[in-house]
């Protein structure tokens, strides 16, 4: 199995900061990864696929970039609604496997 | 976009079988798109299940593979997913959702607890 792994599992920001989420495959994963944003008792949205394409509705802020075996999803000024649980997911070989999460805080 | 709903039991005794069915409306699920299903523990991360198309050829977690079928029903626009010889490991709220890619519609998710 391909594992991922999210760097920080936490993180704090302000309103209108800008803040970097970091996913690390075991391997190279091509560009098939996608970013999902949760919140508590919510199902995820997603945001991202193929590393960088917004999904319809996603806000500009969002950005993602990356290829093979390291991955950033950006938000480039926090804004209240973004402060959520963020997961990566691989959709390059089977089992899809998602990152732990990254549980992004208002500071 | 598309709409899913699971529904099924909320509680399954250790050993039991965990069955739950996910309707799809707005859309076919007879579409050349693969269902599927997703699952999170209270306070912790998603994993995927497995996930099946419309002839119904499946992938399964290898994790999972020996104890989870999914299936399904084209006359009735479900997709279904069982999982048997079930312990507490396996409470956790489960989604259906549709792979596009990525999984972009998904269920608002159901909890189900194993417990005698």
């Known amino acids: 199995d391909i594992q991922l792994t999210q760097s920080p599992s936490f993180l704090s920001g302000s309103v209108g900061d800008g803040v970097t989420i970091t996913c690390r495959a075991s391997?190279?994963?091509?560009?098939?990864l996608a970013w999902y944003q949760q919140k508590p008792g919510k199902a995820p949205n997603p945001l991202i696929s193929d590393t960088s394409t917004l999904q319809s509705g996603v806000p500009s802020r969002f950005s993602g970039s990356g290829s093979e075996t390291e991955f950033t999803l950006t938000i480039s000024s926090l804004q209240p609604e973004d402060f959520a649980t963020y997961y990566c997911?691989?959709?390059?070989?089977?089992?899809?496997?998602f990152g732990q999460g990254t549980n992004l805080e208002i500071k | 976009q598309v709409q899913l709903q699971e529904s099924g039991p909320g509680l399954v005794k250790p050993s039991g079988t965990l069955s739950l069915t996910c309707v799809v409306s707005?859309?076919?699920?007879?579409?050349?798109?693969?269902w599927s299903w997703v699952r999170q523990p209270p306070g912790k991360g998603l994993e995927w299940i497995g996930e099946?198309?419309?002839?119904?050829?499946?992938n399964y977690n290898p994790s999972l593979k020996s104890r989870v079928t999914i299936s399904i029903d084209k006359s009735k626009n479900h997709f279904s997913l069982k999982l048997t010889s079930v312990t507490a490991a396996d409470t956790a709220v489960y989604y259906c959702?549709?792979?596009?890619?990525?999984?972009?519609?998904w269920g608002q998710g159901t909890l189900v607890t194993v417990s005698s």
């Open positions: 707005g859309g076919s699920i007879a579409s050349s798109n693969w």
């Open positions: 959702a549709i792979m596009v890619p990525p999984l972009r519609d």
């Open positions: 391997q190279g994963i091509s560009s098939s």
């Open positions: 997911q691989q959709l390059y070989s089977y089992p899809y496997t």
């Open positions: 099946i198309n419309y002839s119904g050829t499946t």
